[in-house]
């Protein structure tokens, strides 16, 4: 018995919206209690009703009341926890504020097992076996349990909304059909349903069908991805085999050359050596003449003198002296120069095939090819506003529309000194940089040139400054009778149909930059095909007065 009243106690101090003990209880007019939280939360949710209720008996009040903190409650809460008693457990068959609660239940309040969309109404499972047993109420549609049933009852006449207007696309019950929607294209709301769901299962099987397309693309790429690591796996491998064949070949090269070389020095000197103890030994036998003739000389004794002197007089003759010095002393100059331009023929080679190598890599850096469009509808995919920089323009052009507008004037326009400021030629850049793929339309009156141009081109009144005059830049000549295109100075005719409206397509990674002409129909002027080494600004430049260049806004 002492349990049972313990859990009488918990009920009759426990929130029926968080069905937690009371925190800070407040009593309402029709004498229920609540959480002030709790009970402030819900009547937040009702404020658009203008009116609000009880949550267990329903009573509505108005205006909102005043809640008022239970003095007496709050201390017999602070009471019984002294004692203990903590909060319940949620009953999970009793609704919680996130529930649906069952609109039959009186008291506490049991949660919801189904909404009735004839009857308007949410019930527990106790209060839906009616709906299981009796005859007319088993044909009434029973779905999930919803707070949103009011949203079925026409705030007008307070009737079941079961025919959907057509003519002013909403739900609406029999008398708005007889009333303000006479005459209106009308249906039932079931009708209306169905033939909505078949198109809802257009469009979820149109979106399961890109999901598998794209699921697709995601798997090529990261076949792709593979193709490449392996390629680029297999590349490094096969490169390291050849650079390491390459220099053990010039290693044996190398050793081959110095022995050749220390072979054939061996020789010579061993040659020099041997002619040299020739010589020598020749010089101590002309010594050793000339002490005896010497010695002759000095014979006073003529006799003597005449009898010695043809024994010592005859010489015999060297064979040596005329060839030491014919031979040139280049001894190996031969050599090192040989090896010399074996070195340059090698470093023209390298870099020869090293610009192929990059260019190869260039070319290797696309994941996947990416075709060029071909409709003005492919371009438009890659549009992107333009606005013109204030403080990049000439001081005799006026910028509106929003800065997309470019008005070559008379006069001089008030802008402020800035260091990107073209001084010596009516041209603009744009304020956005421009990578990936991007296309613009540039419409335009009179003689203009539409240019694309790196940050840092020059900015004084030299010709280098002006688009398509220098290696910073690219530009397109629109006058009314001709198209040219100017790169570095150097001029290509472009033939094409007379267009008012320039297109501009770019793809910066893959070096493209294409110039159209269009109408009806878009047609290709010119195209480069090059490598971007910055991001890149559209452009403009005014020849005459009253020359207008617009960024138009294409969709």
């Known amino acids: 018995m002492a349990q049972k009243g313990v859990q009488l106690d918990r009920e009759t101090f426990s929130c029926s919206i968080c069905l937690d003990l009371l925190k800070d209880p407040v009593t309402i007019p029709c004498g229920h209690s609540y959480c002030k939280n709790c009970i402030q939360s819900y009547w937040d949710e009702e404020d658009e009703k203008k009116t609000h209720s009880c949550p267990q008996c329903r009573q509505s009040f108005t205006p909102r009341p005043v809640l008022v903190r239970s003095t007496m409650l709050a201390a017999l809460v602070e009471e019984l926890k002294k004692t203990g008693l903590q909060a319940a457990p949620a009953d999970l068959c009793y609704a919680g504020a996130e529930d649906v609660a069952c609109d039959v239940c009186t008291g506490r309040k049991l949660r919801a097992l189904k909404s009735c969309l004839v009857c308007v109404a949410s019930y527990c499972e106790k209060h839906l076996q009616r709906h299981y047993e009796a005859a007319p109420l088993k044909k009434h549609k029973l779905v999930e349990p919803s707070k949103k049933l009011q949203e079925n009852i026409c705030s007008r006449h307070d009737e079941v909304m079961k025919i959907f207007c057509r003519t002013d696309q909403q739900c609406i019950c029999y008398l708005c059909s007889m009333d303000e929607h006479k005459g209106h294209d009308t249906v039932s709301a079931a009708a209306e349903r169905t033939e909505r769901q078949r198109e809802l299962e257009g469009s979820r099987q149109n979106i399961q069908q890109r999901i598998q397309d794209r699921e697709d693309d995601v798997k090529v790429l990261q076949q792709e991805v593979e193709a490449i690591n392996g390629s680029a796996d297999k590349a490094v491998e096969h490169s390291e085999k050849i650079f390491t064949e390459l220099i053990r070949l010039m290693e044996k090269r190398r050793s081959d050359v110095k022995q050749q070389v220390r072979s054939q020095q061996e020789t010579e000197v061993s040659r020099v050596k041997e002619l040299q103890e020739k010589l020598e030994q020749e010089i101590t036998e002309l010594k050793r003449k000339d002490a005896e003739l010497k010695k002759l000389s000095h014979t006073e004794d003529h006799n003597q003198f005449l009898h010695n002197y043809p024994s010592l007089s005859a010489l ?14 280049k001894y190996f100059e031969d050599v090192t120069a040989a090896v010399s331009e074996v070195r340059d023929n090698l470093q023209d080679v390298l870099r020869e095939t090293w ?10 850096d ?80 009179g003689g203009v040139r539409v240019a694309v141009a790196y940050k840092n081109i020059r900015r004084g009144s030299s010709d280098e400054c002006v ?80 020359t207008t260049a617009e960024f138009i806004k294409v969709k």
């Not at 529309?401 to 001084?423: E, V």
């Not at 790169?487 to 159209?516: C, E, K, W």
């Open 316 to 329: 015999s003759e060297s064979t040596h002296s005329s060839s030491i010095n014919i031979r040139p002393l």
């Open 355 to 364: 610009a192929n190598i990059s260019l190869t890599e260039t070319e290797v």
């Open 366 to 445: 696309v994941l996947l090819p990416q075709p060029e469009p071909k409709t003005r509808a492919d371009f438009l995919r890659y549009s992107c506003g333009i606005t013109l920089d204030p403080n990049t323009a000439y001081t005799q052009l006026l910028l509106s529309d929003g800065n997309r507008k470019a008005t070559h004037m008379r006069q001089q326009q008030s802008y402020s000194d800035h260091p990107d400021r073209f001084t010596g030629w009516c041209q603009v850049l744009s304020r956005e940089s421009l990578t990936g793929r991007c296309y613009w339309e540039v419409k335009w009156r």
């Open 467 to 546: 688009f398509g005059y220098n290696d910073k830049s690219w530009m397109l000549r629109c006058d009314n009778d001709s198209y040219e295109f100017w790169y570095n100075r150097v001029q290509t005719p472009v033939s094409g149909p007379r267009s008012s409206r320039v297109g501009v397509y770019l793809d910066h990674r893959a070096g493209i930059l294409s110039f159209y002409s269009v109408s009806d129909i878009m047609t290709l002027l010119h195209r480069v095909q090059t490598t971007f080494t910055e991001p890149l600004y559209a452009g403009v430049r005014l020849l005459n007065y009253e």
